[in-house]
T-cell receptor
Framework: AQTVTQSQPEMSVQEAETVTLSCTYD???????LFWYKQPPSRQMILVIR??????QNATENRFSVNFQKAAKSFSLKISDSQLGDAAMYFC?????????????FGKGTKLTVNP | GAVVSQHPSRVICKSGTSVKIECRSL??????MFWYRQFPKQSLMLMAT?????????EQGVEKDKFLINHASLTLSTLTVTSAHPEDSSFYIC?????????????FGPGTRLTVL
């Protein structure tokens, strides 16, 4: 079964600085999807970034970018120029390829604190 | 785009009563909807997956007679907690996805906090 591991239960960063959240996963599939979701105190799950495994290029969304290392099964999230509004729980998630299960497998999350 | 709403956002009920939570996709047709439960400081736990017009598929350990799911249209799914008890108190979140471009992505509602007295 696929698993997703987030080894950092908590992280902190100074405002305007850069932080990297780690995520590793286990799968025997060659094609799949990876996501980072953000859950602020409001508890609304917000999609941060999406990566298709067959694409070698790392996904980016404004200040958010990933370092996708397929062979190492690693999918880290880099937040640049951190802002107070970035404070939240961040969940890494894996989805099997199209045609298979639609279920997301979530990691346990990393709580990010942004210090002013 | 890809907005999902949930209603109510909070509900308090007495033990033994039933509670219905609605999940709506506001700007797309949701071919698949998912219901999750989240305990404090934990990750999301999938309860069931529902496809429009068919019966929901429940995860192991989830009582289908207690958590009734109906996905009657492409924009609405409902979760009914029947004969609720205090241990059913939790945060319930729905998500939705569609067929076609970005069909792999789930978009989440804002959640419903259920408190059973």
């Amino acid at each position: 079964a696929q698993t997703v591991t987030q080894s950092q239960p908590e992280m902190s960063v100074q405002e305007a600085e850069t932080v990297t959240l780690s995520c590793t996963y286990d799968t025997s599939e060659s094609d799949y999807y990876l996501f980072w979701y953000k859950q602020p105190p409001s508890r609304q799950m917000i999609l941060v970034i999406r990566q298709e495994a067959y694409k070698q290029q790392n996904a980016t969304e404004n200040r958010f970018s990933v370092n996708f290392q397929k062979a190492a099964k690693s999918f880290s999230l880099k937040i640049s120029d951190s802002q107070l509004g970035d404070a939240a729980m961040y969940f890494c998630a894996y989805r099997p390829p199209q045609g298979g299960s639609e279920k997301l497998v979530f990691g346990k999350g990393t709580k990010l604190t942004v210090n002013p | 785009g890809a907005v999902v709403s949930q209603h109510p956002s909070r509900v308090i009920c007495k033990s033994g009563t039933s509670v219905k939570i609605e999940c709506r996709s506001l700007d797309f047709q949701a071919t698949t909807m998912f219901w999750y439960r989240q305990f404090p400081k934990q990750s999301l736990m999938l309860m069931a997956t529902s496809n429009e017009g068919s019966k929901a598929t429940y995860e192991q350990g989830v009582e289908k007679d207690k958590f009734l799911i109906n996905h009657a249209s492409l924009t609405l799914s409902t979760l009914t907690v029947t004969s609720a008890h205090p241990e059913d108190s939790s945060f319930y979140i729905c998500s939705a996805s569609w067929s076609g471009v970005l069909a792999d992505t789930q978009y989440f509602g804002p959640g419903t906090r259920l408190t059973v007295l």
